[in-house]
């Protein structure tokens, strides 16, 4: 039987040998302890001449060596755990810390595998605080793991540990981040030397090799963060290559995620993650309707047994039979994106996130129209509906199906860029007029629009005929752009109301169009001497033109006087128009 320094003397030549064998390190460790809880240093140089020179110092890392007979073949483990005393992690903690090696070896002092532990300031501390929790008073049990027989396996670790330590100081080791503050961390670093790839990276910040530093606001230097020993660290790479099926590409890019768990994820937009080890996939609504409608079709075309390609490679990806709701909701995001390109919505800005069951009964609702689930209710070819969607009104044109199919054409009633509305002469079928499509939507609809799309309103305005046939038409569609300012308080239908009244008087100026431009500069606060002369220059005798002058300049005597006289079936109707409005607050002023 090995006596216990004999066992300590196998451990430490163990470890000796390892570092010898690389050409830049130099072990100065001893065969029996002579410091307090640890057992020597050994140095890295930058270069090697003819001997280790000080000019080419790199770093010091102390070390403490233990061996142990293994019983158990626990060294046959990628992992192994070990006790420490709660003294040694004192001090560990007040100077610099130790890389703790634990050498295990069979009863003949044989078959020996090393196992390291860095035990830097703040991992010590840790160590250390743990310990107090579970009220342990002589040691705790710290985690090791295998050290690969090569000498650039114990130089990566060696000087791993050096370039963490060189960062801390026993206040910094006090302060470290807790992983219940990680929402508070503006910035996670580790430097990770000699990784071949993300994936051997994260394994050793995982393992505890490298340590894990991060920023908060307000401190400019970085702070470890305690090691989360159980805890999975992924990796997000943006890989620059197409995924497609059958020659059609869905995605141009997308982020392939590796974690500690050997899981390899590809991740091709916000909704969707395709997890190769595990042939599953997630997916979430996060994204616009467009993005979503992408990721159905791609996912539909998976699930029915599609190549899967990436770049020129194809991949395996073993498919289920598709559970019955995510196929429901695949195709209603196929059937909404066809509705709602149909009638011309946005997609890319069509938010599907956080929607309520409203609104979903909303959006069924449309998708449903279109596919004529309601035909039986529609009494003409060409009917109108303004749909309700989140307390906002979307004007629909509905193209009645005529071939059997079901499935409608629905349009958008007022943004509509694939037919103009045209009307005709009453006793003229010839002739044709184009009108504006906002002239089939009344003050509340355009003052509660789902979007306000104004530069199609002013080209709308601008390929309208107006002649001398159109203008007391127009006259009046002025007047309701005037009536939706009153409802919403939005100049812009102000500013329209005006465009269109120039449009009107560039063909015939009437002094009654001009009492209109002079109410919207009096909404406007555009109000005075010279357009007070303007409405007294006005020679209108008639009566309602005479009301339209006292409101407007602000003599409510005489417009009590004026509205008094009016017919009640010409009271009634002036109470639709926006003159009556003017004439309320001058009441009330």
Not at 58 to 87: C, M, N, W, Y
Not at 293 to 308: H, K, M, Q, S, T
Not at 330 to 351: G, N, R
Not at 471 to 480: H, P, Q, T, V
Request: charged share 25%; net charge negative; hydrophobic share 40%.
């Amino acid at each position: 039987m090995f006596t216990n320094s004999k066992i300590e003397q196998n451990a430490i030549e163990e470890v000796k040998a390892l570092a010898n064998k690389h050409h830049l390190l130099d072990p100065a460790i001893n065969d029996h302890d002579k410091y307090m809880a640890y057992d020597g240093s050994i140095y890295g140089f930058t270069k090697v001449k003819s001997d280790f020179r000080k000019a080419d110092w790199d770093f010091q890392v102390p070390v403490q060596i233990k061996g142990h007979i293994d019983k158990k073949v626990e060294r046959r483990a990628t992992r192994i755990s070990q006790a420490v005393e709660l003294t040694d992690l004192n001090i560990y903690y007040r100077e610099h810390g130790v890389l703790y090696f634990v050498v295990l070896m069979d009863e003949n002092g044989e078959d020996r595998e090393v196992f390291y532990a860095p035990l830097g300031q703040s991992k010590a501390k840790e160590y250390y605080d743990e310990a107090a929790k579970k009220k342990r008073k002589a040691s705790i049990n710290v985690v090791f793991f295998k050290l690969p027989k090569t000498p650039d396996a114990i130089y990566r670790v060696l000087q791993q540990f050096a370039n963490d330590s060189a960062k801390l100081t026993r206040q910094i080791a006090d302060d470290r981040i807790h992983l219940k503050d990680l929402p508070n961390v503006v910035e996670m670093v580790a430097t990770v030397f000699q990784a071949k790839n993300e994936v051997e990276a994260l394994m050793r910040i995982a393992e505890g090799e490298a340590c894990l530093f991060g920023k908060i606001d307000g401190n400019p230097y970085d702070i470890p963060i305690e090691f989360a020993k159980d805890g999975v660290f992924s990796a997000l790479k943006s890989v620059n290559k197409t995924i497609s099926i059958d020659d059609i590409v869905y995605y141009y890019k997308y982020n392939a995620q590796i974690a500690t768990g050997q899981e390899f994820c590809i991740i091709p937009s916000a909704n969707l993650e395709l997890s190769l080890t595990h042939s599953k996939l997630s997916f979430r609504l996060n994204s616009d309707l467009q993005t979503l409608y992408n990721d159905a079709r791609f996912i539909l075309r998976l699930f029915e047994g599609a190549v899967v390609s990436i770049a020129s490679q194809t991949i395996s990806y073993e498919k289920e039979v598709i559970p019955d709701n995510l196929n429901t909701k695949l195709h209603f995001i196929v059937d909404l994106y066809e509705t709602l390109e149909m009638i011309e919505i946005d997609t890319a800005s069509f938010m599907m996130n956080g929607l309520s069951e409203e609104d979903v009964n909303d959006l069924t609702f449309i998708v449903n129209l279109r596919l004529g689930k309601y035909n039986n209710q529609l009494s003409a070819d060409v009917s109108r509906y303004n749909w309700s969607y989140r307390g906002k009104l979307v004007p629909i044109s509905i193209m009645r199906d005529k071939e059997g199919h079901d499935e409608n054409e629905l349009l958008n009633g007022l943004y509509t860029r694939k037919y103009q509305y045209v009307t005709t002469l009453k006793g003229d079928e010839s002739t044709r007029f184009i009108i504006p499509l906002f002239v089939c939507c009344d003050a509340k609809i355009l003052s509660n629009l789902y979007l306000n799309d104004y530069d199609s309103l002013y080209n709308q305005i601008d390929r309208a005929s107006i002649n001398e046939h159109t203008i007391e038409a127009f006259n009046m569609e002025a007047i309701k752009l005037i009536s939706v300012f009153d409802i919403n308080g939005n100049e812009e239908f102000l500013r329209l109301a005006d465009y269109l009244l120039q449009k009107i008087e560039s063909v015939q100026s009437q002094e009654f169009f001009i009492m209109n431009r002079l109410q919207i500069k009096k909404r406007l606060g555009a109000w005075g001497k010279t357009e007070i002369d303007i409405i007294e220059s006005i020679t209108l005798e008639d009566v309602e033109s005479q009301f339209g002058k006292s409101v407007l300049l602000g003599d409510k005597e005489s417009a009590d006087k004026q509205f008094a006289l009016m017919s009640p079936e010409m009271q009634e109707q002036y109470r639709t128009y926006p003159i009556y409005k003017l004439y309320q607050e001058l009441q009330s002023a």
